[in-house]
C-alpha cells in the first residue's frame, strides 16, 4: 500500500512540462487569436453603427464555418472587446453568448439571456411572449444594446417548431420598436442548415455573412506556437519546434485534415500529459505521434452509443453512410434511406424490417444524438424528413460500424 501512496506522492510532485495547463482548456479566451483579425474586423464593421448611431438599426450577422475555425472564441472575444470599448464611450452594449444546444427550447434561452442580463426572472411560468417583453422594458429602462449571439444556431433550426425560429427571428421587429436594441449573430456550421425554412425567415437571417474557413497547417502553427509562447502553457523550451510543426501539418486543411484548432490544440495538450507521465522534460514529435493515435473526439463521444444500438438499427446508419458516400450529399430523405437500408440489410442475408419499424429506428437514433432530421423545404410532393448523420462520416467511423455489424451477425449465428 505503501508502494502505491509513493507512486501517487511522486506523481504529484513530479516533473512537468506545464506552466499555465489551464490556457488549453477550450473554454479559455487567449488574448490573441492569431488569423482571425478579417473575421474580427468585419464583425466591428457590421456592428459599428450601433455605436455611432445608436438605435438607428437592427444589426444582423451570420457567422459561418466547419467545427474547431474558431467561430465560438471569435465572437466571444469580440464582445468583450466591443462592450468595453462602448462602455469607454459611455454607452451600455450586452453581449450575451447562447449555446442552442444547452438552450434547446426558445424559452430556456430568453431565460438564460435574462440571466445574462442578469435580470431576475419571475419563478411562475411565464410564456416566451412574457419573457420577451419583460427583456425588451428592461433594456428600455436601462438604455442598453444587446447583442445576442446564437451559437450552434443549426440546431435550434432542426429541432425547434417553426414558431419559435419565427419568433426569434422576427418578434423584434414586429414590436415596431422606434430605438432598435437588439442585435444577433448567428453562428451556423453550414449555410444550407437553413435551407428548409420559409424565404422570408431566411432573408431576416441572412444578411451579412462572415465566413471561418478551416485552419491550414501555418495557420495552426501560430495558433499552438501563440498559447505556448505567448500565454506560457508550457515551460519554455519544453515543447520542441518541430513537434509543433508535426501537430500542425496532422489537422492543416491544406496537408489533408479538418483545419480544426480544437484538435491541435487537444492534442498539444495531450502530448505534454503523455511527456509528464513518461517523465520526459521535453515534448517530442514521438509524444504527439501517441497523443494523435489517442485524439479522435467524435468518434469516442458516439463510442459508447454505438455499442448499443442493435443490429438493424446499426444496418440504418451504415445506409446513411452508403448514401453519403455515394452522392455526396449530407442530408437525405426518409424513403431513400430506407430504401438504402432495404437493400443492406439484404446483401447480409437479413429480412429488413417493416416500414413503421425503420421510422421507430429513426425516431430513436435521433433521441440517441446519432442522427439529425430536419424538414425539407415545400417541394412538389409536400414536405418530407430529411436526416443526416450527426457526425461526420470518417474512415474510422466506417470501419466502427462495420466491425460492430459484424459482431452482432456474428453473435446471431452463434446461437
Ligand atoms: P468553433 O466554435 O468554430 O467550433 P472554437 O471557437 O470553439 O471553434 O475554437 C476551438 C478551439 O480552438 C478553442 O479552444 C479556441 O480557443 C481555439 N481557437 C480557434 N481559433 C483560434 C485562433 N485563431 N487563435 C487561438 N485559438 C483559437
Ligand atoms: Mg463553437
Given at each position: 500500500m505503501d508502494e502505491l501512496r509513493d507512486l501517487v506522492e511522486d506523481a504529484i510532485k513530479g516533473s512537468t512540462v506545464f506552466e499555465k495547463s489551464k490556457v488549453l482548456t477550450p473554454d479559455y479566451i487567449p488574448k490573441n487569436l492569431p488569423h482571425r483579425e478579417k473575421q474580427i474586423k468585419e464583425l466591428s464593421i457590421n456592428f459599428r453603427e450601433i455605436l455611432s448611431n445608436?438605435?438607428?438599426?437592427?444589426?444582423?450577422?451570420?457567422?459561418?464555418?466547419?467545427?474547431?475555425?474558431?467561430?465560438?472564441?471569435?465572437?466571444?472575444?469580440?464582445?468583450?472587446?466591443?462592450?468595453?470599448?462602448?462602455?469607454?464611450?459611455?454607452?451600455?452594449?450586452?453581449?450575451?453568448?447562447?449555446?442552442?444546444h444547452r438552450q434547446r427550447t426558445l424559452y430556456l434561452m430568453l431565460v438564460e439571456i435574462a440571466n445574462q442580463l442578469n435580470l431576475q426572472i419571475p419563478n411562475r411560468g411565464l410564456s416566451s411572449q412574457e419573457t420577451f417583453k419583460l427583456i425588451y422594458d428592461y433594456l428600455e429602462k436601462r438604455n442598453i444594446q444587446l447583442i445576442i449571439t446564437l451559437d450552434e444556431f443549426d440546431y435550434f433550426v432542426s429541432t425547434s417548431p417553426v414558431e419559435d425560429i419565427y419568433f426569434l427571428v422576427r418578434i423584434y421587429d414586429e414590436l415596431n420598436a422606434l430605438v432598435k436594441r437588439i442585435h444577433y449573430i448567428f453562428i451556423l456550421r453550414e449555410l444550407t442548415s437553413l435551407a428548409s425554412l420559409d424565404k422570408s425567415i431566411k432573408d431576416h437571417v441572412i444578411k451579412n455573412v462572415i465566413e471561418f474557413p478551416p485552419y491550414t497547417s501555418d495557420e495552426l502553427y501560430d495558433i499552438l506556437m501563440d498559447r505556448i509562447v505567448n500565454e506560457k502553457a508550457f515551460r519554455e523550451g519544453a515543447v520542441l519546434e518541430e513537434t509543433v510543426r508535426f501537430i500542425s501539418d496532422i489537422y492543416g486543411i491544406d496537408k489533408g485534415g479538418s483545419g480544426n484548432a480544437r484538435l491541435a490544440l487537444?492534442?498539444?495538450?495531450?502530448?505534454?500529459?503523455?511527456?509528464?507521465?513518461?517523465?520526459?522534460?521535453?515534448?517530442?514529435?514521438?509524444?504527439?505521434?501517441?497523443?494523435?493515435?489517442?485524439?479522435?473526439?467524435?468518434?469516442?463521444?458516439?463510442?459508447?452509443?454505438?455499442?448499443?444500438?442493435?443490429?438493424?438499427?446499426?444496418?440504418?446508419?451504415?445506409?446513411?453512410?452508403?448514401?453519403?458516400?455515394?452522392?455526396?450529399?449530407?442530408?437525405?430523405?426518409?424513403?431513400?434511406?430506407?430504401?438504402?437500408?432495404?437493400?443492406?440489410?439484404?446483401?447480409?442475408?437479413?429480412?429488413?424490417?417493416?416500414?413503421?419499424?425503420?421510422?421507430?429506428?429513426?425516431?430513436?437514433?435521433?433521441?440517441?444524438?446519432?442522427?439529425?432530421?430536419?424538414?425539407?423545404?415545400?417541394?412538389?410532393?409536400?414536405?418530407?424528413?430529411?436526416?443526416?448523420?450527426?457526425?461526420?462520416?470518417?474512415?474510422?467511423?466506417?470501419?466502427?460500424i462495420n466491425n460492430e455489424i459484424r459482431d452482432r451477425l456474428l453473435q446471431q449465428k452463434n446461437y
Open positions: 445608436p438605435g438607428s438599426t437592427s444589426v444582423r450577422v451570420v457567422i459561418s464555418g466547419k467545427t474547431g475555425t474558431g467561430k465560438t472564441v471569435t465572437t466571444k472575444k469580440f464582445g468583450e472587446l466591443f462592450s468595453a470599448i462602448a462602455k469607454e464611450k459611455g454607452l451600455k452594449v450586452v453581449y450575451t453568448h447562447i449555446n442552442c487537444e492534442t498539444l495538450e495531450l502530448s505534454g500529459k503523455i511527456a509528464d507521465t513518461e517523465g520526459s522534460l521535453l515534448v517530442t514529435i514521438d509524444h504527439a505521434k501517441k497523443a494523435n493515435s489517442k485524439i479522435n473526439p467524435e468518434l469516442s463521444i458516439i463510442l459508447d452509443t454505438i455499442r448499443d444500438l442493435d443490429l438493424h438499427q446499426l444496418l440504418v446508419v451504415k445506409a446513411i453512410m452508403n448514401l453519403h458516400k455515394k452522392e455526396g450529399d449530407d442530408f437525405f430523405p426518409m424513403g431513400k434511406v430506407e430504401e438504402e437500408y432495404n437493400i443492406v440489410a439484404k446483401d447480409l442475408g437479413e429480412i429488413p424490417r417493416k416500414h413503421t419499424q425503420v421510422f421507430e429506428y429513426i425516431r430513436k437514433l435521433k433521441l440517441m444524438g446519432l442522427i439529425t432530421a430536419r424538414q425539407s423545404g415545400k417541394g412538389m410532393r409536400g414536405r418530407t424528413t430529411l436526416i443526416s448523420l450527426s457526425v461526420p462520416i470518417s474512415e474510422e467511423l466506417d470501419n466502427l
